[in-house]
Each structure stands twice: as structure tokens, then as C-alpha cells.
């Protein structure tokens, strides 16, 4: 019976005395039988049972869809309506999808990536104001199901528009964003503009969105042209009152939904950005960072157009872009646990690196032990991070880490799991021998070995 | 004239989407957190007029965090499951008002950016539709009944900042809507009482001072839907409306006035006026010229409409246009004819006339004077407002205030703000809708009626206070059940005027009711000694001593009734043992007043007179 009933269409359906008239809207996977979902003329949406007492009544055939063409001709199409303001520079918004560009599903109920990104500017208008923005629709993925594909894909997209752009913001899901950062740090070195990753943790239908603010934030970093680092932007706290910007390499999200999620591990954030930052906001901000030292690492502020940057007085600035567009996918990241077994590890056959988190300051048990030399044998690279996250490695202070060591294990120091895993792919690709790589792999490259 | 009906009512069970406790906290030092909301279009590509003239405002919006509050409310988690217990409260109130209770449940979000809730909607589920109640033999449709969650509590306003509460973003609040079938004033609060006392049968129900809030929908003949947004006092609901049916009469009076001045499309016209300000010796206006400007709008053909003296009863444009100035967060606004006043004198405002080069015996303007941005879009909306003048009754929202009247809140809300929660699946109804349902009120008050023997008319006073219970528990305590009426219909109002609200009757009164059994004080004593030992929050004895109550033996009556009949001696002869009797025991009466029995007293005073003769 549901079968006649076309999603936007309009019904009445009759039953046990009372009549439910609107339009027919999907149901959702986990539907039961027999269940129309209509929406109702006063908004809701109801779930109806039919049985053999409803009596059904069409009244419409579904509207034709209008969205795009409303979108359209609010906003023109993409490649005009940006041209305005006389800004000299421009930027690139390129979208990957993630919650930041994502819309409910009404199939399944959830939040689902935009398949094109025209009805972005709508959704913020405020960019309308701010220069020359063009949007790019790159992917359209959840962020969870990037691929080394698409990080080729994407990472050669932001290398041809840094060359031409005062910056690039990209919209990423949050759920991977430091590896790719991480990963493109490697593969776009000395950039000569700004490569920042923009997410948001509540989706950009609603109006608490932290995505608006995250977003407006980039593009005022960019327009300040202070710096040009790969890096990642997102709320400083869960209040709307500023951005922290972190080094791509030194980035990790730490918290499955709050705004303030992202942090910079092993190090200082390169700033904070937001209009009304005080000198005590900065000061809270930097208090969260308690588990690193400071080193001496200084802030500048800095005001740009109604923002307070606080800046840190070591972040790069108008490189020479250098692209490494070669990565290898034959790596694989193991978290240790307790009484784990090599022969668990038919997989990693056939991988050309392996990073272990291990427990403490880099530890795992006798058997792994075992396994690491058979690896290293074999001439798969391996690297021991730390499960702490925070923290070095520092595999000479026990037994198991000097034996880890003598096995051929190497330090991911103060590299992340992630950051390491991303690192190895990159200089396994950009290597000729073990060596090599292993040399790149402790080499400080886009600050990832810097607090 | 019709009129709907929605009743807000809170549930006494965790909150919707958290397993937070559902309860208020004092005012205190809570930390903080800031957000601003953003307009976002519905489901349909449309952003929701309502939420966009909100985001106009662009205010930030500051969120206490009480020990109640989880990321949930902090919006930054995403919400539970619904709370079972509510959506079984639901289910029953949907049962016992004749509803058809829908198969599945979506959580709905309602665009809301005045900051009330932290994610920008709230979130609420239709549970029931089309159902009824009889009541004095007319009969009231029922619309909807729904489950949504309670907003934030307002706590203040600063310049560009709302400060919102969280421990109310949450709780449980059952949605019920009338159609608009009700005419009179009167019925309205009828209804509205009534549909309190079924959900009270619940048990489940919150009580209380704003736990229980009404919407009215009302529409007049030549009108527009008007909404006046929760009224916390049933008793008042009658006043909003004849307030409301009056303002509607004049602003129609306004349309017509300005219909035979004839009508004109009239431009938005604003002047900076600054220097002319500067020369103006008001306060106010200096004040805000500090740092701002003085801006004008020219309202053509609307002399004296802003105020009263056209014939009608009652300034209806001009309060509008204040109330649009309070809405964009600012003070400061005059119109013409409120002048001169304010520090602005015949001479300036001869000088304002002659400035704007208007007609002074047709046209009038509105001042306004503070910053620039923020006066545009006031005389932008006042100017809006004025032309719809010539329309009639605007459809709104409007702000209950405590004399009865209302004030402009914000433009009414379109069906465009609803779109799917996505954070929650669909609930299929597996309720249990077979189980016994609580009695209706009629059934509780008639049994009431029969039981103790009261008069029907009591046993319903009874039941809107919702006392029932209460009464009921103290009766097996106190079988002299006139004396919990007593305490019903005196010591309770009396309490209310001073503010204090008594929810637990039973656990209230049954210390005074028990020394009342125990004979420490008399009957006459009972209302004094229960009102003075809330009132103040002291003990029974404490108050029989602030009265100067203190309990008397059988042989003091005794001597006293001696003492009185002895120096009345003459008088009792002349008048005799009848006629004597009520003077002499008033006497007596005077003394004893609340130490002893009055039955007793009279035992006395009867059996000593009867020895004079």
C-alpha cells in the first residue's frame, strides 16, 4: 500500500475518525512496515500506521523540486556572483563536505554533505561582504570516508589555489581533519598563502552552528595575510567568543561534539582570533594548555578589521609553495593493548610501514617486541608514538623501550599516532631507501617535532 | 470573537532529552558561557520570518550553567533519547482529552533565535490530535497535544547581551491547544482551568508559579490573529483579553481616522538631526548624543494618531512604537504627540517642525536619539508599523505585563520554522494505552461532594486549587473537615496576597490541624495561628505567644464568665436569662477569644447565668 503513496505528494489519509492531511515525506530506514510519514500542514511530522480501515485520498502529485532553482537565482551561479568587492586578493573556499557543508536527510534522518556548494553563500551571507570568494566543491564525503585518492585529489586542488589566492579555507568534516592536515602539511611545504581547515561540530542547519563563526574567522585571518601555514580553525572554547588557530601537524580533536574540540598537542597554538578577544580571554585560552611547556613561545596582537589576533611570533608567513604530491598507502597504525599477540598481525603483510601506539612513553610487550624485529626484518619502517597523546616518546628510560629501540623500532617523539601515520605514508613515498626514509621520518619538517 | 487556547504545562519527571533533574535554581554566581545564533533556512529553503527579525538584532546571547545543565542543554552534545515517563505522561493526558494519539513520533526542532534555547530551536513532538472536552455542557476541540522541551529562563537584559538561565532549557512541557471555539473572556479562563486540573490528575504534573503557562489566540471581527505569549496567572486570562479586545477597537478607530484623512503611500524618510539636538536641553537626548545622533522619521497624516486625543480610549501607536525600540534593545524614542515633554520645549519643537519642513496640524515624526545603526532599524520597523496602520491589526506576539495589557514581542511565526530533529530516530507508539486512566475532575469533585458532604460549588473551588488530595489526607486527621475549608478559603488567600504560595496543603497545615486537635488553641484561634505561622515561618507556639494566645484551663473560663456575670449583675436581671445571654457571652468572648472552645465557653456561660435566676 505504501508503495502508491509518492513521497511529496499530497495526502489525506483517514482513520478512526480523524483525517491526517499533508505531504508524503520519505521514511526512514528504520521505518516500520505500514508507517506513511507524512508532514503535517501545521509542520510536524507523523508516522501513520495504514491498515485496511484507513481510507486514503490523493489530492496532489508531487511539486516539482525548486530548491535549486530558488538557490540559483537568490545567489547566481558561482562562477559571477563573487567577483564583487574590489579586494585585490581572492580567495578559495573549497568544500569536502563533513557536518560544516551538510543538510538533513530525510531518507534516513540524518545530517548528510550538500552535493554542490551554490547555496553556500546563501546560508552566509556575510561573505558576500568580504572580497572575492569563489567555492569549490571539491569532494563530498564524510570525512571519515576520505581516502589517499581523495587526499591526492585534494591536496593538488589547495596547491593550485594557494599559488593564486591570498588563501585557502577548506571545509572538512572534523572527524579526520588533522590527518589530513597533517598529511597535507607534508605534501604542500612553505606555502606562500594560508591553507586553513575549517569544520564545524554542530551542523551549519542550525542556527547554533559554530561553523559560522569558524568560517567568518578564516577568511578574516586570511584577508589580515599575517601568516601562511596549513592550519586548522576552530572555536577556542564552547562560548562564541573566539577561534584558536593550530598548526596542521600539531592538531587533534579531542572531544567527540564540543566546539572546543580541536586542540594543539605538544605545543602552543599559532593564535586566537576573535572580535572582542580580550587580553583575559587570550590569557584563559592559553591557560588550557597546561601540559606544555611554554618555551619561551611569545604572542603578538595584532588588530585587523574589527578582529584581535593574537599571534604567535614564530608562524611563517609568504613561503615558496613546494608540492610533494607522492604518498604511499601501505601503512598501517596499531594501538597496543595488553597482551596483544604478533599473530594477530597477518595483516600488516605486504605493508611498507607500521606505527605502533604504544603504552606510556612508547612500550609494548615481549610478543610485539618480537613482531617489531621480524617487521624491521622484513624492511617495514616502524615508529612508536605514544597512546598518551600527550607527552614525548622516549623509549631509553625502561628495558622495553631499549629493546623496542634495538629492534629497530624508531621515535615518533612528540608526533601524534596520526601525525606520525600521515608522516610515514608521506616519506615512504618521497624516499628511495630506508634510510631516507627513516631520516625524513625524524626530520622537523612542517613543525610537527616543534612545541 | 474567538479564541484558542494553548496551555504550556511542566512535567515533574528528568528532563526531555537529558537525565537532568528538572528544578530552578536561586540566583547565584554561575559561570558562563557565550553564543550567538544565526538564521538558517527550513526544510522548505525558507529562513522563518520570525527567526529572521530576531537575527536582526544581532544580540549575543550568555547562558548561566546551573549544576542542572549537561552538554545537552549546553548544545554541545546531542540529545538523548525522550524521556519515557514524559512521553507516558503525554499519552495518558492525550487519552483523557479524546484524542487520536499518532503512530510514530518525530522529534521536531522549531526555529527559536531569541537565544531561548542554546541551539536555536526547540525541539517537540506532536503526540495527539483532534480530541475534546465537555465542559458546562458546551464542547471545546482540541487541536494538538504536544511534548517539547521548556526554553531558558530570562534572567536580564544588558546593551547587546541577554542573559538566559539554563536550568529551565529542558524540562518537559506538555503542549495542549484548543481550537479556537471559546467567545467569551470568561469561558477562556474556564477552559484553561480545566484543562489544568486533567493535567494535574496525571500526577505527574509540575505545580507551582510558572510551571503552568497559557497562550491566547484571539481574534476580533476586522482583526488579526493576535497571540499574547505566557500568562502565568489563569485568574488574569480574562483582563488580557478585554485589554486586548480594547486596543484591537482602537487601532481599528486609527485605521478608520486615518482612511477619511486620506490614504497615501508614504515614503521612509529619516533626518539626522544632531545639531539640532545638540541645542535641545533634554536629558535624555543629551545623554545619547554623547556618543550618537538624533534621527527623525516622518510619519505623514499621523498627527495625534500616537496618542489619544482622537477618540479613542487609549494610546494604542504610540506604546507600539516603544515597544519596537525596546525590541531592538534601545530606550530613547519620542514621537510628536508626547511633546512637548522630555526636556524638549514648545521651542524646540517649533524648531523640529520648521527642520523637517512638516505640517504641524497634520503630519507627526518620531525621534530617536543613540546610535546611528541601531536607530535605523528602529524607525525602519516603526515605519513599517505605521503604514500598517492603514492596514489594521498586525498579526503578532505580544508580551503579557502585569496590569493586564501586552506588549509587542515579535512578528507570529510561520509553519517554515519546523524541520526534523536529525539527532533522534523516530519513536515508534509502543505505549501502553490500555492501562486504567486517572478519573476525570467532574468524577473527583463529585465524589468529593458526596463524601465529606460538601457543596458541589466548594468541592470545585477545592479542585482548582487542586487541593483535592490534600484535603482528602488532612480529613483523616481533622474530622471538623470546616475547619480545612477554613483554611482553604481564608488562610490561603491571605497568604497568596503576601506572596506565598502553598503547593503541599497537607504537609503545610497538618502541624496546626494536630495542635488544633490536641486542644492547645480554640477554633477562633485556628486562622490566625495557621496565617501567622507561614507567614513568618515560625512555630505554633512561637505564634500563640506573637498573638498572645495562650491556652486557658476550664476553671480560669469559669472565673472569668464569674467575674463578668458579677459586674453585669444588674444588667442580667433587667434583661433577663434570653436576652442576656448574647451580650454577656460577647463579653466573655472578648477575653477568651482563641484560648478556649467557643462551644464550651457557651456550655459555661449558660449554666452560670441560669444560677442568677
Known amino acids: 500500500m505504501n508503495d502508491e503513496l509518492k513521497v511529496g505528494s499530497r495526502v489525506k489519509i483517514e482513520k478512526n475518525g480523524t483525517v491526517y492531511e499533508g505531504v508524503v515525506i520519505p521514511s526512514s530506514i528504520f521505518s516500520e512496515k505500514n508507517m506513511v510519514n507524512i508532514k503535517l500542514d501545521n509542520g510536524y511530522n507523523t508516522g501513520i500506521k495504514i491498515d485496511e480501515k484507513c481510507n486514503i485520498i490523493y489530492l496532489s502529485e508531487p511539486e516539482?523540486?525548486?530548491?535549486?532553482?530558488?538557490?540559483?537565482?537568490?545567489?547566481?551561479?558561482?562562477?559571477?556572483?563573487?567577483?564583487?568587492?574590489?579586494?585585490?586578493?581572492?580567495?578559495?573556499i573549497i568544500s569536502t563536505g563533513g557536518t560544516i557543508a551538510s543538510y538533513v536527510d530525510y531518507v534516513t534522518g540524518a545530517v548528510k554533505p550538500v552535493v554542490d556548494g551554490s547555496g553556500f553563500m546563501s546560508i552566509i551571507p556575510e561573505l558576500n561582504d568580504m572580497g572575492k570568494i569563489s567555492i569549490k566543491p571539491v569532494l563530498n564525503i564524510l570525512s571519515e570516508n576520505i581516502s589517499f585518492e581523495d587526499w591526492t585529489l585534494l591536496a593538488r586542488e589547495c596547491y593550485n589555489n594557494i599559488k593564486k589566492d591570498t588563501g585557502v579555507v577548506v571545509l572538512h568534516g572534523t572527524d579526520t581533519m588533522g590527518y589530513t592536515t597533517s598529511l597535507l602539511s607534508f605534501m604542500i611545504q612553505n606555502p606562500s598563502a594560508p591553507l586553513i581547515f575549517v569544520g564545524s561540530q554542530r551542523s551549519i542547519d542550525r542556527p547554533s552552528s559554530d561553523g559560522f563563526f569558524n568560517i567568518i574567522s578564516a577568511v578574516n585571518l586570511i584577508k589580515a595575510e599575517v601568516m601562511s601555514e596549513v592550519a586548522v580553525m576552530m572555536h577556542a572554547s564552547t562560548s562564541d567568543d573566539g577561534v584558536s588557530i593550530h598548526r596542521g601537524v600539531k592538531v587533534r580533536k579531542m572531544h567527540s561534539s564540543r566546539r572546543d574540540a580541536f586542540r594543539t598537542i605538544n605545543g602552543m597554538p599559532l593564535g586566537f582570533i576573535g572580535p572582542s578577544l580580550t587580553d583575559e580571554k587570550f590569557r584563559d585560552f592559553m591557560g588550557e594548555y597546561n601540559f606544555t611547556p611554554k618555551y619561551g613561545i611569545e604572542y603578538n596582537r595584532i588588530q585587523f578589521n574589527k578582529q584581535n589576533i593574537w599571534l604567535r611570533k614564530d608562524v611563517k608567513k609568504g613561503g615558496n609553495t613546494e608540492f610533494f604530491p607522492k604518498i604511499n598507502r601501505k601503512v598501517s597504525l596499531v594501538w597496543f593493548y595488553p597482551d596483544m599477540k604478533r599473530?594477530?598481525?597477518?595483516?600488516?603483510?605486504?605493508?611498507?610501514?607500521?606505527?605502533?601506539?604504544?603504552?606510556?612513553?612508547?612500550?609494548?610487550?615481549?610478543?610485539?617486541?618480537?613482531?617489531?624485529?621480524?617487521?624491521?626484518?622484513?624492511?617495514?619502517?616502524?615508529?612508536?608514538?605514544?597512546?598518551?597523546?600527550?607527552?614525548?616518546v622516549n623509549m631509553n628510560v625502561y628495558e622495553t623501550g631499549r629493546e623496542l629501540i634495538k629492534a629497530g623500532a624508531i621515535s615518533a617523539s612528540i608526533m601524534t599516532p596520526e601525525v606520525a601515520f600521515t608522516k610515514l605514508s608521506w616519506a615512504l613515498a618521497n624516499s628511495s631507501a630506508i634510510d631516507d626514509t627513516v631520516k625524513l621520518f625524524k626530520q622537523n619538517i612542517a613543525g610537527e617535532l616543534s612545541y | 470573537m474567538k479564541i484558542g487556547l494553548e496551555i504550556h504545562q511542566q512535567l515533574n519527571t528528568k528532563k526531555l532529552f537529558c537525565d537532568d533533574e528538572s528544578k530552578l535554581y536561586d540566583d547565584d554566581i554561575f559561570p558562563t558561557i557565550v553564543r550567538r545564533l544565526h538564521a538558517v533556512k527550513g526544510e522548505l529553503g525558507l529562513t522563518d520570518e520570525a527567526a529572521m527579525s530576531q537575527e536582526k538584532k544581532s544580540l549575543q546571547y550568555r547562558y548561566e550553567i546551573t549544576p542542572n545543565s549537561c552538554m545537552v542543554e549546553w548544545d554541545e552534545e546531542p540529545p538523548h533519547n525522550v524521556n519515557g515517563e514524559a512521553l507516558q505522561t503525554a499519552i495518558t493526558v492525550a487519552r483523557l482529552l479524546n484524542t487520536h494519539i499518532v503512530d510514530t513520533f518525530f522529534v521536531m526542532r522549531k526555529i527559536v533565535i531569541d537565544g531561548s534555547n542554546t541551539s536555536g530551536f526547540q525541539r517537540t513532538i506532536m503526540v495527539a490530535k483532534d480530541g475534546y472536552i465537555v465542559l458546562n455542557g458546551n464542547k471545546y476541540n482540541i487541536e494538538t497535544i504536544c511534548l517539547e522541551e521548556d526554553a531558558c529562563r530570562k534572567i536580564r537584559t544588558e546593551k547587546n547581551e541577554?542573559?538566559?538561565?539554563?536550568?529551565?532549557?529542558?524540562?518537559?512541557?506538555?503542549?495542549?491547544a484548543t481550537a479556537p471555539d471559546i467567545h467569551t473572556p470568561e469561558e477562556a479562563k474556564e477552559v484553561a482551568e480545566y484543562i489544568g486540573?486533567?493535567?494535574?490528575?496525571?500526577?505527574?504534573?509540575?505545580?507551582?508559579?510558572?510551571?503552568?503557562?497559557?497562550?491566547?489566540?484571539?481574534?476580533?471581527?476586522?482583526?488579526?490573529?493576535?497571540?499574547?505569549?505566557?500568562?502565568?496567572?489563569?485568574?488574569?486570562?480574562?483582563?488580557?483579553?478585554?485589554?486586548?479586545?480594547?486596543?484591537?477597537?482602537?487601532?481599528?478607530?486609527?485605521?478608520?481616522?486615518?482612511?477619511?484623512?486620506?490614504?497615501?503611500?508614504?515614503?521612509?524618510?529619516?533626518?539626522?538631526?544632531?545639531?539640532?539636538?545638540?541645542?535641545?536641553?533634554?536629558?535624555?537626548?543629551?545623554?545619547n548624543l554623547e556618543e550618537g545622533s538624533l534621527l527623525s522619521l516622518i510619519l505623514p497624516n499621523f498627527k495625534g494618531l500616537m496618542g489619544k486625543d482622537i477618540g479613542i480610549t487609549r494610546k494604542v501607536l504610540g506604546p507600539e512604537f516603544a515597544a519596537i525600540s525596546r525590541y531592538h534593545g534601545a530606550?530613547?524614542?519620542?514621537?510628536?504627540?508626547?511633546?512637548?515633554?522630555?526636556?524638549?520645549?514648545?521651542?524646540?519643537?517649533?524648531?523640529?517642525?520648521?527642520?523637517?519642513?512638516?505640517?504641524?496640524?497634520?503630519?507627526?515624526?518620531?525621534?530617536?536619539?543613540?546610535?546611528?545603526?541601531?536607530?535605523?532599524?528602529?524607525?525602519?520597523?516603526?515605519?513599517?508599523?505605521?503604514?500598517?496602520?492603514?492596514?489594521?491589526?498586525?498579526?503578532?506576539?505580544?508580551?503579557?505585563?502585569?496590569?493586564?495589557?501586552?506588549?509587542?514581542?515579535?512578528?507570529?511565526?510561520?509553519?517554515?520554522?519546523?524541520?526534523?530533529?536529525?539527532?533522534?530516530?523516530?519513536?515508534?507508539?509502543?505505549?501502553?494505552?490500555?492501562?486504567?486512566?486517572?478519573?476525570?475532575?467532574?468524577?473527583?469533585?463529585?465524589?468529593?461532594?458526596?463524601?465529606?458532604?460538601?457543596?458541589?460549588?466548594?468541592?470545585?473551588?477545592?479542585?482548582?486549587?487542586?487541593?483535592?488530595?490534600?484535603?482528602?489526607?488532612?480529613?483523616?486527621?481533622?474530622?471538623?473537615?470546616?475547619?480545612?475549608?477554613?483554611i482553604i478559603e481564608e488562610v490561603i488567600p491571605l497568604l497568596e496576597k503576601n506572596g506565598i504560595e502553598v503547593i503541599d496543603l497537607y504537609n503545610s497545615f497538618l502541624e496546626v490541624v494536630t495542635a488544633y486537635n490536641k486542644g492547645l488553641f480554640a477554633r477562633e484561634a485556628m486562622v490566625d495561628i495557621a496565617y501567622t505561622t507561614k507567614l513568618e515561618n515560625i512555630s505554633i507556639d512561637e505564634a500563640m505567644l506573637k498573638l498572645g494566645i495562650k491556652s486557658i484551663s476550664r476553671e480560669d473560663v469559669y472565673k472569668i464568665v464569674d467575674e463578668i456575670i458579677n459586674k453585669k449583675r444588674d444588667f442580667i436581671y433587667r434583661t433577663g436569662y434570653e436576652r442576656s445571654l448574647k451580650p454577656i457571652m460577647g463579653e466573655v468572648m472578648k477575653e477568651i477569644r482563641g484560648r478556649y472552645s467557643g462551644k464550651e465557653i457557651m456550655e459555661i456561660v449558660r449554666e452560670k447565668l441560669s444560677l442568677c435566676f
Open chain 2, 331 to 486: 530606550k530613547g524614542i519620542f514621537h510628536s504627540d508626547e511633546l512637548p515633554g522630555y526636556g524638549i520645549d514648545a521651542g524646540n519643537l517649533n524648531d523640529i517642525y520648521a527642520y523637517l519642513g512638516i505640517d504641524r496640524a497634520k503630519d507627526g515624526f518620531v525621534l530617536f536619539a543613540g546610535e546611528v545603526a541601531i536607530g535605523k532599524r528602529i524607525l525602519k520597523d516603526i515605519y513599517e508599523r505605521a503604514k500598517y496602520a492603514y492596514t489594521g491589526i498586525p498579526k503578532e506576539t505580544r508580551d503579557p505585563l502585569p496590569d493586564g495589557t501586552s506588549a509587542y514581542s515579535r512578528v507570529l511565526s510561520g509553519m517554515h520554522r519546523m524541520y526534523p530533529e536529525t539527532d533522534i530516530l523516530p519513536v515508534t507508539n509502543n505505549f501502553d494505552m490500555q492501562s486504567k486512566l486517572p478519573e476525570m475532575p467532574d468524577k473527583v469533585v463529585n465524589d468529593l461532594a458526596e463524601s465529606f458532604h460538601l457543596n458541589k460549588k466548594v468541592a470545585w473551588f477545592i479542585m482548582k486549587k487542586a487541593y483535592d488530595d490534600d484535603f482528602k489526607k488532612l480529613a483523616t486527621v481533622c474530622m471538623d473537615y470546616s475547619l480545612i475549608l477554613k
Open chain 2, 162 to 176: 541577554l542573559i538566559y538561565r539554563l536550568d529551565r532549557l529542558g524540562i518537559p512541557l506538555i503542549e495542549i
Open chain 1, 64 to 92: 516539482p523540486d525548486k530548491t535549486a532553482e530558488r538557490d540559483a537565482s537568490h545567489n547566481g551561479n558561482i562562477e559571477n556572483i563573487h567577483e564583487r568587492g574590489n579586494d585585490n586578493g581572492s580567495i578559495t
Open chain 2, 197 to 287: 486540573m486533567v493535567l494535574r490528575r496525571t500526577g505527574m504534573v509540575k505545580r507551582g508559579i510558572g510551571t503552568i503557562r497559557e497562550d491566547l489566540n484571539i481574534s476580533i471581527e476586522g482583526g488579526n490573529r493576535v497571540e499574547i505569549k505566557g500568562i502565568q496567572d489563569l485568574s488574569m486570562i480574562p483582563k488580557y483579553v478585554n485589554e486586548e479586545v480594547e486596543r484591537e477597537n482602537n487601532l481599528l478607530k486609527v485605521k478608520e481616522i486615518l482612511h477619511e484623512r486620506g490614504y497615501a503611500d508614504f515614503p521612509f524618510k529619516m533626518v539626522d538631526m544632531t545639531d539640532l539636538g545638540k541645542r535641545i536641553n533634554s536629558h535624555v537626548i543629551k545623554e
Open chain 1, 343 to 392: 599473530d594477530d598481525f597477518e595483516f600488516l603483510k605486504g605493508k611498507e610501514g607500521v606505527v605502533f601506539a604504544g603504552s606510556g612513553l612508547g612500550h609494548m610487550n615481549k610478543d610485539m617486541i618480537e613482531l617489531v624485529k621480524e617487521l624491521v626484518k622484513k624492511g617495514i619502517v616502524t615508529a612508536i608514538s605514544t597512546q598518551c597523546i600527550n607527552g614525548t
